[in-house]
């Protein structure tokens, strides 16, 4: 189980994640979700390890991370945000190098980055330079990286960016395979539509602060509302949407 | 004149200036070579070293004059020949290397395409912004590098009367030289992109880049000096006249002059019709490139499968070593910037390289090894160990370095020992082979075993002191470009090294022939590579790595903290602390 106490960030001084604790459980997907600039993204940069909190605990299985970071992140399957790759190299030679530093068994590793990108239509371009590939196609490097060691914590930072349907169909399923064999899945995203098929209960973060924590359809009963971007708009979204795309079309033709 | 300036400038159309300033900014790799990114200071520093090469011609200029002149004319016009032809050839050295430095920088590149596409800018006005910039550059080259040679020389040459006249053949030769080779280079690279497909074009641009960088390098170093009318007029020397063009425009210089003798005026005559061909060319396939290849580049597919033959990869040694190691070797195989930096210093390598090699080329005769000899290896040694280090922390893609933060499951010495065989591999073993290729043959062999084993134990030597407090993975560290003075890196480092070598090579002379003094140099040398071994490996245990570096901090603490047990009558003791300080 992956388990957020009190967990605070701070860049100089300003609270961009603030006392945020959730936890999330194997078998389950939990859904991350917040506006932009609320913090999710932070959030998920402290549970891999890539910045440090400024207070609180992330715990893996009962443990501090801090305290073996190193057997954490072997366990833990990470695709960011954003699609930043070394681009003068090949998908392959990417697969390789990330296998290599993980120190996965050369033979099965090579046999397994064949066949990730087989699965994900990257076959025919692996020999490829990464900078000639679409975001889609980066998109699916990355997750074939979070996943060759077999992560039994995998996160999801916005997974679904550039992926055409297909792809996403079955990046949607992939997610909920991954659950059900018993693996932590945190999974942010702006697509509410997935996130409502996908996850089993979403944490809504709004300004840095926790909003909500609890499944979908105790959060439907609790408010009455009928979808999660209903749910999603009146906790999270403060400004008028209608009046906004007015003020905004007002000012270009001005 | 400042008012007319502006006048004229302002007169330019506002997105050619807008351009202008920005490819300005672009001749030159910023990443690669810049000083905190300030173009201004960057090429003000490269003007230096050029000055500072200006000024020691002078000074040889008027030692000359000082000296009174020499005793026989045969012996004035070789010193002068030989020195006309040096002036040249380091002209032509400086501008080639220009254009290796800003190789595609004048043609569309993708970007361009991609961002001016859209834009209403014509393509004439983008080549013509691109041309401008590139010029001011080599014209900044050329006025830097004969600032005060170019008046010293004319004047020792042609004495106050004919000043005049060999002051503006001597600048106009200098100008003419420049032209022709950076239109030369153009000429190539614009026909190259036009007669072959963008994808291939740009795997032979590369090749070209680095073909061009060994060419200038090793006509430089390599080219005979002709010293007297009977070498110029030697038949057997007419091939090497016809195909060089340092000889054209040192004939061209006398024809100027009124001093060229008849019997060379074809070479002159070779420097007009080469300047002419020369712009002609370059005018032609920029014109082309512009109007043609803009749209072939917006047109090309953005990705073309390639099909790879070869599946095997070497292992380096751990799963990681191997993992850095390919990594290094594809960063600087693949990325321009990184390979023109190191190209720099490896083209002082092959520099000396090939010197060497001309000079044990012309015996047949094997000879005992020599301190010169002795010393250019190692210079070359420390040349590639320098150059491969200076080259390490220019970054690849910082965004991309979260996947070696994710994935850092070995300790941090593990990462500096795949660092180490980084060195080791791509520096310390290539001049260590290239120095076996060029003496086993031509040296007594004994001699030349002793020396390559104190060249491997000083490689790595270099290679260690290079490592002293290196604590990140090859390009993905940020850079902090204003940390590192050139030219007051670059001088203090050219010092140090002709000293090392300087007083190194005589002693290891001594030492080679004396099995008891060189089994004790080699203990030295070997304890020394060992306690600086012990000494990183010892260091690197306790080292975070890191990959952004940090400016220095402006404020400077001095560590005082309260701690609550110290007190002196009542009041409490500020206990200094050992703050953590960063390489």
Known sequence: MLELRNVSKHFAGIPAVDDVSFCARPGEVTGYLGPNGSGKTTTMKMITGLIEMTFGHILFEGNPIQDDLIAYKRRMGYVPEEPYLYTHLSGTEYLTMVSQLRNLPQRESSKQIDGLLRLLSLHDDRHASISGYSKGMRQKILIAAALLHNPDLVLLDEPFSGLDVGSALVLRSLIQELAARGKVVLFSSHELDTVERVCTRVVILHRGKLVADDSIAHLRSLMELPTLEAIFSQLAVEQDTDSMARQIADLIHA | MRESMRKLISRLPHSFRVLYRQFLLRVVDLEALSIEADIPRFLGQFAGVLIMFSLIHMFDAFLMSLSGRPHAPEVLLAFIWSKEQSLISEMMLVVGLIAVVSWDSIFPDRRDVMVLSPLPIGPLTILLAKVSASGAIVGMSVVALNIASGFAWPLVLGGLPHFLRFCSAYWFTMAAASLFLYCAVLTIQGFTALLLPRRIFLSLSAILQLGAYGLFIGAFFLLPTFTNLAQWADPRNHRVLALSPPYWFFALFNQLTGSLPPALAWLAHRAWMGLGFAVIGAAASLILCYLGTMKKTVEEPDLVPRVRGLRWTPRFGSSLETA??????????????????????????????????????????????????????????????????????????????????????????????????????????PVWLLTACLSLCFRPWNQVAEHLVILALLGWVFAEISLVGFYKVPFTCSYLPGKTNIQFAFWGFAIVLIVLALSFAPFEMQVLGEPFRYAGLLIVLGVAACGLWTFNRHSADSAVLYFEELPDPVITTLGLTLRPDASVHGRDLAVPQATSTRR
């Open chain 2, 324 to 429: 850095i190691i390919l990594f290094s070797f594809r960063s600087i195989a693949r990325s321009r910037q990184h390979r023109v930096v190191l190209a720099f210093y490896f083209s002082l390598v092959f520099g000396i390289a090939f010197s060497m090699a001309r000079s044990e080329l012309s015996p047949i005769a094997l000879r005992p090894i020599a301190p010169e000899f002795l010393m250019s290896t190692i210079i070359m040694m420390v040349l590639a160990v320098v150059g491969l280090r200076n080259v390490f922390p220019l970054p690849i893609s910082l965004n991309a370095n979260w996947v070696l933060r994710v994935t850092q499951l070995c300790p941090s010495h593990k990462y500096i020992a795949a660092t180490r065989r980084c060195q080791l591999l791509f520096a310390v073993l």
